[in-house]
T-cell receptor, first 113, second 116 residues
Framework: DTAVSQTPKYLVTQMGNDKSIKCEQNLGHDTMYWYKQDSKKFLKIMFS???????INETVPNRFSPKSPDKAHLNLHINSLELGDSAVYFC????????????FGPGTRLTVL | AQKITQTQPGMFVQEKEAVTLDCTYDTSDPSYGLFWYKQPSSGEMIFLIY??????QNATEGRYSLNFQKARKSANLVISASQLGDSAMYFC?????????????FGAGTRLFVKA
């Protein structure tokens, strides 16, 4: 009965490869997010989707493409992986209001060699 | 401009004592939410406490309380009776925006060490 789940938990891959991270939430929330946490623990939003519609797209390279097949899923596909993409990627979800709490998935640690 | 500032990269506290983690924020939006999250060494982000910009009283959740001073734009987290398991990274966050999209901005975090 995990609220926000991500797969895989760990991902090790070579530079230049394409990879995907999946996220699912069973909280019935309208909004889902992807965050990147770098090696200094700084957490920055990448994308936000509301009811399958992209509403926030920060300055992220277009090698990163989110896809939301339905309200409960938000996947992140990364093309042509680079060393600098190594980080922990967190999925989160929340209801739609500014005052609503976000709930995070367990994170996916991506290592690009 | 930095929207969320946590000035303490690291803090030490003796077990069973109280500790205050500082957070200041900057926004011109009248409606916003302030949050604290805990990230233990295992990596997950755990929601601790929330304060709305219109809330009159300071939020409390068990041993956690949020010292909200709106005029000073500060939202400090107070942990009472620290436990060894409180050793973790703590993030202050602010959620603002409008129907075009709410964005949560995180501070750089404070690493708390609880000493036995």
């Amino acid at each position: 009965d995990t609220a926000v789940s991500q797969t895989p938990k760990y991902l090790v891959t070579q530079m230049g490869n394409d990879k995907s991270i999946k996220c699912e939430q069973n909280l019935g929330h309208d909004t889902m997010y992807w965050y990147k946490q770098d090696s200094k623990k700084f957490l920055k939003i990448m994308f936000s989707y509301n009811n399958k519609e992209l509403i926030i797209n920060e300055t992220v390279p277009n090698r990163f493409s989110p896809k939301s097949p339905d309200k409960a899923h938000l996947n992140l596909h990364i093309n042509s992986l680079e060393l600098g993409d190594s980080a922990v990627y967190f999925c989160a979800s929340s209801p739609a209001r500014a005052t609503d709490t976000q709930y995070f998935g367990p994170g996916t640690r991506l290592t690009v060699l | 401009a930095q929207k969320i500032t946590q000035t303490q990269p690291g803090m030490f506290v003796q077990e069973k004592e109280a500790v205050t983690l500082d957070c200041t924020y900057d926004t011109s939006d009248p409606s916003y939410g302030l949050f604290w999250y805990k990230q233990p060494s295992s990596g997950e982000m755990i929601f601790l406490i929330y304060q709305g910009s219109y809330d009159q009283q300071n939020a409390t959740e068990g041993r956690y309380s949020l010292n909200f001073q709106k005029a000073r734009k500060s939202a400090n987290l107070v942990i009472s009776a620290s436990q060894l398991g409180d050793s973790a990274m703590y993030f202050c966050a602010m959620r603002e925006g409008n129907t075009g999209g709410f964005k949560t901005i995180f501070g750089a975090g404070t690493r708390l060490f609880v000493k036995a």
